[in-house]
């Protein structure tokens, strides 16, 4: 029941993961461009190039860094759509390597990656990897801690801070 229980774990934990990857995927796409390129790009943010997604006005975007453009882009049309119109935005702009790549890694970071596991003293520990055309990408540390503190119940956390030394 504890194996299942890991198991669904781990596919909830590599969903999760899948989803912030798309801020990744799009935050290194958006540094790969020139500046002016940069700049092109978040002027067709403001004009129909996907059909049912409504631009975003200029306003929100025209002093934004990169981050904060792939936040704006990814609250208002959320992941998915918001790679859509990225490599949309990079065709028009002639760059369709760029969105070529982008695509496939939108695409391995959307396949249900593969979750390796390791078993120590009734514990497991859960590392999902999500294959990229030319890197790995593992999921920070930080962010998989959280997700198994989170997860803890009063007594396992607990026994993890006895175990840190943090109480007595």
């Known amino acids: 029941m504890k194996k299942m229980k890991n198991m669904y774990a781990a596919e909830e934990l590599t969903k999760k993961y ?38 975003i006005a200029s306003s929100k975007v025209e002093y934004t860094n990169r981050m904060q453009t792939v936040t704006e882009m990814t609250r208002s049309y959320g992941k ?33 990656a593969a979750a390796s596991m390791s078993a120590q003293n009734g514990s497991v520990i859960i590392a999902p990897r999500v294959e990229g055309v030319h890197h790995t990408f593992n999921m920070p540390v930080p962010f998989l801690l959280l997700d198994v503190l989170e997860n803890l119940s009063t007594d396992e956390l607990n026994k993890f801070k006895w175990v840190l030394g943090l109480t007595s």
């Open 80 to 112: 998915e759509t918001a790679v859509k119109l990225a490599v949309k935005i990079l065709k028009e702009m002639r760059n369709r390597k760029a969105a070529k790549e982008l695509t496939k890694k939108y695409a391995a970071a959307s396949r249900p």
């Open 18 to 55: 899948a989803a912030d990857m798309v801020d990744v995927l799009l935050l290194r796409t958006l540094k790969d461009l020139s500046r002016d390129d940069f700049w092109d790009f978040k002027g067709y943010l403001d004009k129909d190039i996907l059909v049912g997604v409504k631009p």
